[in-house]
């Protein structure tokens, strides 16, 4: 009988000290698939979520005013707001938005081309929630003292309810206010403003209670309830850290305050589907640039922007995701492209948009996100 010879015992530690190594290095291979799996996993995620609430909005863009576009389109908000805010804004908008235009007109979609603090582009979107009817109802001249000061004269009152925000529009212009709590519309022809109500004003910046009331043609439309099923009237852009932020342009919240929305979102681009001959249509695709559909010039009130945001009838978005785990090499080329497969004015490739990658960023792992967004309501346009 005999034991293990020396030789022998280092031939079996060497052997498992190889075998170890090698599981080992197996497992560590497996730990970075799995580190960069579950990064880009994030990524994805996060992209899907911001991809999801963009859509869902922008189907909806135009609620509550479309129908009745050629009375209130494009009218220029004024309001008072929550906050010790108001519109006309008199001083800019909080970061990453402080590109956005201080003045801005009622419109279901409009794009700021790279308005927010990052160079991305900056996404609005207008969409009212009364769900009932969403007409116009035209202002009726007062006879004597049938109604207070404070109140307007209507056909009827029904759809409206107390709480609910208001749009009273006139002459291009449009004064939101706020009805009473517990008013319950119906036949009565007197629609009551709530004078204690954060959103109540006489005058605005541009017009006022009575101006609008003294004039031969004015309409008043609900666009929501400030308890519940509330308005959206949101920004969209990139800022700090990667993330995309969202902001109330109403204030519901009380708060003038970006929220953030999803992180790891480096870039936003946007493009319109524009309808040229009104058939219901997508005729061409164009940038949001220049004196037609730059946001500046869609803003300016003229007869021209009126016409061509109604014009706008879907919405080509694109996301560049960045994962958040860092590798030992660069994983990212240089630059990314969006809407490549995009035609303008009969130009393939006119509206290709080159997202720069930083180097710091190249170790980071992208990913791109493109979706084309109907807006529903514009597309149903009478």
């Known amino acids: 009988m005999r034991g293990f010879s020396l030789v022998e015992l280092l031939v079996a530690v060497a052997i498992g000290l190889v075998v170890t190594l090698a599981v080992f290095g197996v497992l560590a291979a497996s730990e970075g698939r799995k580190r960069t799996s579950v990064s880009l996993n994030d990524a994805n995620q996060s992209g899907a979520y911001a991809a999801y609430t963009l859509d869902r909005l922008i189907r909806s863009a135009g609620s509550g005013f479309a129908d009745g576009w050629t009375r209130v389109g494009a009218c220029r908000l004024n309001a008072r707001l929550p906050a010790s805010q108001a519109w006309p804004r008199t001083a800019a908008l909080p970061a990453p938005f402080a590109g956005v235009p201080q003045t801005l007109r009622l419109a279901p979609i409009v794009i700021f081309q790279g308005a927010s603090a990052t160079g991305s582009d900056v996404v609005m979107v207008m969409s009212g929630s009364a769900g009932f009817g969403e007409s116009p109802a035209s202002l009726l001249p ?91 009237f949101q920004l969209f852009g990139v800022g700090d850290n990667s993330t995309l932020f969202s902001y109330d342009l109403l204030l519901i919240n009380g708060q003038n305050t970006p929220l953030p929305l999803a992180e790891g979102v480096i870039a936003l681009r946007a493009v319109y589907g524009v309808d040229t001959n009104d058939n219901g249509v997508i005729d061409d695709w164009v940038a949001p640039s220049g004196a037609t559909w730059g946001g500046t010039a869609l803003m300016d009130g003229s007869a021209a922007s009126t016409t061509n ?43 290709t948009r080159t997202v720069a990658i930083a180097t710091a960023d190249r170790t980071m792992r992208h990913r791109t996100i493109e979706l084309t967004v109907p807006v529903r309501n514009l597309l149903l346009r009478p």
């Not at 492209?337 to 035609?343: E, H, K, Q, Y």
């Open 309 to 351: 945001l109604r014009r706008i009838v879907a919405v080509r978005l694109g996301l560049v995701m960045r994962s958040s785990l860092v590798e030992r090499e660069d994983v990212a080329p240089a630059s990314v492209s969006l809407f490549a497969d995009l035609s303008s004015g009969g130009t393939p490739g006119a509206l």
């Open 142 to 232: 007062r006879t004597g003292t049938d109604v207070a000061a404070n109140q307007w004269r209507l056909n009827n009152t029904i759809g409206f309810r107390g709480g609910d925000l208001v749009m009273l529009s006139g002459a291009g212009e449009c004064l939101l206010t706020q009805l009473t709590a517990g008013f319950a519309g119906g036949a009565t022809q007197a629609l009551p403003f709530d004078t204690a109500g954060a959103y109540y004003t006489a005058s605005g910046t541009n017009t006022s209670l009575a101006t609008l009331a003294s004039l031969s043609s004015a309409d008043a439309f609900a666009i929501g309830n400030i308890a519940n099923n509330t308005p959206q």
